[in-house]
């Protein structure tokens, strides 16, 4: 397989708040680079949300809203975010939800 061929991709997931719509409180991008993950150039995100992260997903994630306190807020790390995205393709275990948080934000 010919790997020089494949566009820029990246295995993208973000974790979420608990509220519906949910608030990003991670972004991790981990890119492929000649068909095999990269994790020297790896990225990962905290962003301290806009509401308190539920007792759920914290469960789910590990994430408090203690963690969060000191990180910076989205608007502060979305150029750094989208410039590390920038074109790539993206593949994520559940992309529409993905998409549709980063979106909003």
Known sequence: ?????????????????????????????????????????????????NRPVTAFATRVHGLSNNDLADKPAWAQIAGQVHTFLGTAWICAHSAHTDYRVRSRT
Do not use: H, Y
Request: net charge negative; proline share 12%.
């Open 1 to 49: 397989m010919n790997f020089a061929s494949w566009p820029a991709l990246l295995v993208v997931d973000v974790e979420g708040n608990g509220t519906n719509p949910p608030d990003l409180v991670e972004v991790a991008a981990l890119p492929v680079r000649d068909g095999a993950p990269d994790k020297n150039t790896a990225k990962a995100w905290l962003t301290r949300p």
